[in-house]
T-cell receptor
Framework: GAVVSQHPSWVICKSGTSVKIECRSL??????MFWYRQFPKQSLMLMAT?????????EQGVEKDKFLINHASLTLSTLTVTSAHPEDSSFYIC??????????????FGPGTRLTVT | QKEVEQNSGPLSVPEGAIASLNCTYS??????FFWYRQYSGKSPELIMS????GDKEDGRFTAQLNKASQYVSLLIRDSQPSDSATYLC?????????????FGTGTRLTVIP
């Protein structure tokens, strides 16, 4: 399958600071990447859809000014959590979409970034 | 009604048995369906994709799709303790390639040695 990396894998930051998470597609070009958040024992929650060269599309209830997404190239999308607060502590996972073997799209996930805000 | 529904489990099966995981979806125009496996503390891993009615086999895994009933399932034959994980059903929203995935809440599978 296609490989997606994320960096950092975990981060601890103080309340009020900003954190940037990188998502890279290593062996394919991804015009579309997605950012999810997952709280303990809960399912994935889509935060936003990131399209290369254009503004991200945010899901209802997700603050676009707080979660800044940049998709500057076909292999890199970044999520910046601005002015982080303890309630932002979560597991952030990106995914990238690529054409599968049958030609239809398949979505592959990065390993995730565990953010803890103190 | 949720877009994608799964029995949250937990589902427990003995080692060597067949594990059967089920999923229903509400969007009739969905064309692409996926099963992901997620180990605790890890991100989801794509294990099967299916686009046409019927069965699709890959090793010990078989995905089954019935679009008329809006039902997709995953069978795991010869279950192993390493199969213990949460299995997420995902359905592509709308037409193929048009949008992102809807995920179910997942079924937690435990394979008992």
């Amino acid at each position: 399958g296609a490989v997606v990396s994320q960096h950092p894998s975990w981060v601890i930051c103080k309340s009020g600071t900003s954190v940037k998470i990188e998502c890279r597609s290593l062996d394919f070009q991804a015009t579309t990447m997605f950012w999810y958040r997952q709280f303990p024992k809960q399912s994935l929650m889509l935060m936003a859809t990131s399209n290369e060269g254009s503004k991200a599309t945010y899901e209802q209830g997700v603050e676009k000014d707080k979660f800044l997404i940049n998709h500057a190239s076909l292999t890199l999308s970044t999520l910046t959590v601005t002015s982080a607060h303890p309630e932002d502590s979560s597991f952030y996972i990106c995914s990238a979409r690529t054409s599968g073997r049958t030609g239809a799209y398949e979505q592959y996930f990065g390993p995730g970034t565990r953010l803890t805000v103190t | 009604q949720k877009e994608v529904e799964q029995n949250s489990g937990p589902l427990s099966v003995p080692e060597g048995a067949i594990a059967s995981l089920n999923c229903t979806y509400s969007d009739r125009v969905s064309q692409s369906f996926f099963w992901y496996r997620q180990y605790s503390g890890k991100s989801p891993e794509l294990i099967m994709s299916i686009y046409s009615n019927g069965d699709k086999e890959d090793g010990r895994f078989t995905a089954q799709l019935n679009k008329a009933s809006q039902y997709v399932s995953l069978l795991i034959r010869d279950s192993q303790p390493s199969d213990s994980a949460t299995y997420l059903c995902a359905v592509e929203r709308g037409q193929t390639g048009a949008n992102n995935l809807f995920f179910g809440t997942g079924t937690r599978l435990t394979v008992i040695p």
